[in-house]
T-cell receptor, first 112, second 111 residues
Framework: DVKVTQSSRYLVKRTGEKVFLECVQD?????MFWYRQDPGLGLRLIYF???????EKGDIPEGYSVSREKKERFSLILESASTNQTSMYLC???????????FGSGTRLTVV | RKEVEQDPGPFNVPEGATVAFNCTYS??????FFWYRQDCRKEPKLLMS???SGNEDGRFTAQLNRASQYISLLIRDSKLSDSATYLC????????????FGTGTRLKVLA
């Protein structure tokens, strides 16, 4: 089975801190994604990457950046955390467009 | 109109019942469709893809109606373990990497 591992299950950070969320997948998938999930809003795409060093903005990229230096790792960076970035962050990967995603178990981030 | 819409529920059904959910999508160019299941405080997991001709996986049947732009999920002989939120996922347009998630339909199967 494909495994997508997110480095932290729970994080509490202070407003203004730079925050790194790490995601690693072990099945050589080309495509990787970062979503956030909020009650009533569902999952919203922040950024995605279809190959190493390639990235594209999703629907809500403001306040975030990403890095994909190696195929297996996709990092989400909150440049200066704000309270409205308190959310569940989900990383996903897939092998191609026709396939569904495999998600990591999520990181619940609280910004205080 | 939202790109993907689902009835949030909850659908409360007794064990053994048959239940169906629909999901409507707004972009007629969408090509890929999926149903995911999400348990409380867990990540979504792929339940099944939805194919044009309809497809079945055990007690689960998925169908696509392109003319009316909706997909459906039918669960037969509901089990307590089917209690979860079911998310519909649609790609935004043909060939795009961007998938849109519905906000989910909550199902509670009662003993």
């Amino acid at each position: 089975d494909v495994k997508v591992t997110q480095s932290s299950r729970y994080l509490v950070k202070r407003t203004g801190e730079k925050v790194f969320l790490e995601c690693v997948q072990d099945m050589d998938h080309e495509n990787m994604f970062w979503y956030r999930q909020d009650p009533g809003l569902g999952l919203r795409l922040i950024y995605f990457s279809y190959d190493v060093k390639m990235k594209e903005k999703g629907d809500i990229p403001e306040g975030y950046s990403v890095s994909r230096e190696k195929k297996e790792r996709f990092s989400l960076i909150l440049e200066s955390a704000s309270t409205n970035q308190t959310s569940m962050y989900l990383c996903a990967s897939r092998t191609d467009r026709a396939r569904g995603y495999t998600f990591g178990s999520g990181t619940r981030l609280t910004v205080v | 109109r939202k790109e993907v819409e689902q009835d949030p529920g909850p659908f409360n059904v007794p064990e053994g019942a048959t239940v169906a959910f629909n999901c409507t999508y707004s972009n007629s160019a969408s090509q890929s469709f999926f149903w995911y299941r999400q348990d409380c405080r867990k990540e979504p997991k792929l339940l099944m893809s939805v194919y044009s001709s309809g497809n079945e996986d055990g007690r689960f049947t998925a169908q696509l109606n392109r003319a009316s732009q909706y997909i459906s999920l039918l669960i037969r002989d509901s089990k307590l373990s089917d209690s979860a939120t079911y998310l519909c996922v649609v790609n935004r347009a043909s060939g795009t990497y961007k998938y849109i998630f519905g906000t989910g339909t909550r199902l509670k199967v009662l003993a």
